[in-house]
């Protein structure tokens, strides 16, 4: 078949032509916006936690889009070791604001920009003099302190204030958050705690995602974080949706599958989102008709772990030392698939103490290969990584 009419789209942040098994989550944020245009009430912040490759990103570019042709005040930003958060987060907002003053009245939006530019300068003095497509100065003893629990805190009750006075809401996304250190997720705790306090919580909303450890490390930064958030995991497909996901985009080019070849299709993926996007965009392409057969997938399955073998899996494993390919070796051989205890890899590995193995782990952990989905486990950070590492000499 036409490459070029390939509908599947393998890739970091891409949406799949049919987001399939993740309606839920989309049901539950209409509501979140609802709330906020129809009644100027914010809901609870939310955490999004799964393995790479889930869809977390794509999730959260979707809620963005939903809010976005509303008019709303967002910002979303990445966090990176090399940018403190409160850097990427105004950086985003300068976006935001300026945005902001190209669709609504210059003076509702005038107390905002100068609290934004106080925060701003504060918190990145390097950045000079910024432009928000008006003059205005920054005001004084409002976010500004100098203190981001604080100042993040104030930022957000002065948007939320806004948002309601212009009958929108504010979206504040945050990906990769567990990449953030300890006191930046403390500032986030504290400020997402303080807007919701009120009656009537102001209607902004606050969407952070990252690994499955992500909700541990929001609840070591402030113990109440884990009445704080409504957190929503988002994991592997099941069989319905993964289904969904390959046929969906062929039944909108009239291609069909022979149920066996559906079937083998949906066992190499494993309902895994950004395999499934590959074997579709391989199997399509070694497809010769419009009727998709066990052939085909046989070609375009061994393209697609090709695919994902080389550009997902081994450049994480060819960033990990000798000594840290054997403690990969190590968790793939106890848990496959699911976590296993440090304890076990103590003794599997041949050490005396669980010290023995802290610079690996911890050097593991930092590289993105390992998580500890709660003390005393690690697990691998991408689904199927334990099948690639079983392959290796």
Request: aromatic letters at 6%; zero cysteines.
């Amino acid at each position: 078949m036409d490459p070029a009419a390939n509908p599947f789209r393998p890739g970091a942040g891409r949406k799949p032509p049919v987001l399939a098994g993740r309606e839920s989550v989309l049901d539950a944020f209409s509501v979140v916006r609802r709330k906020a245009e129809d009644y100027a009430e914010g809901d609870r912040g939310w955490i999004l936690n799964g393995l790479r490759g889930v869809g977390k990103t794509v999730l959260l570019n979707e809620l963005l889009s939903q809010v976005t042709e509303k008019g709303w005040i967002t910002a979303k930003v990445e966090v990176t070791p090399g940018t403190p958060l409160p850097v990427a987060l105004a950086s985003a907002l300068v976006r935001s604001m300026r945005t902001a003053t190209g669709r609504h009245p210059e003076p509702r939006l005038r107390r905002l920009l100068g609290v934004f530019k106080a925060f701003s300068l504060k918190v990145n003095p390097a950045s000079g003099v910024i432009s928000l497509g008006v003059e205005v100065n920054p005001v004084k003893g409002v976010a500004d302190t100098g203190r981001f629990a604080d100042d993040l805190a104030m930022l957000f009750e002065v948007l939320g204030e806004t948002s309601r006075d212009l009958g929108i809401g504010t979206l504040i996304l945050v990906d990769e958050l567990q990449e953030a250190t300890s006191h930046e997720l403390t500032a986030v705790n504290t400020a997402v705690h303080q807007i919701g306090q009120s009656d009537a919580p102001l209607p902004i909303t606050f969407v952070g995602a990252g690994l499955p450890s992500l909700p541990a490390q929001l609840a070591d930064a402030t113990s109440y974080a884990e009445r704080l958030y409504d957190y929503r995991h988002i994991g592997l497909l099941d069989n319905a949706a993964a289904r969904a996901a390959l046929t969906g985009p062929t039944d909108g080019r009239d291609v069909s599958w022979e149920p066996q070849a559906l079937e083998q299709s949906l066992s190499i993926a494993a309902g895994y989102p950004y395999f499934l996007q590959a074997v579709g965009k391989h199997v399509w392409d070694a497809a010769l008709t419009t009727t998709i057969t066990i052939d085909d997938v046989n070609v375009g399955g061994e393209s697609a772990r090709q695919e994902v073998d080389e550009g997902l899996y081994r450049s994480r494993w060819e960033r990990a030392t000798a000594a840290q390919r054997q403690m990969l070796r190590a968790v793939a051989d106890l848990g496959g698939g699911d976590a296993t205890t440090v304890a076990e890899l103590v003794a599997a590995m041949g050490k005396k103490r669980v010290q023995d193995l802290s610079v690996a782990r911890n050097e593991l952990i930092k590289k993105g290969l390992l998580y500890a989905p709660e003390r005393g486990f690690l697990a691998f950070t991408v689904p199927g990584m334990h099948t690639f590492i079983t392959r290796q000499d």
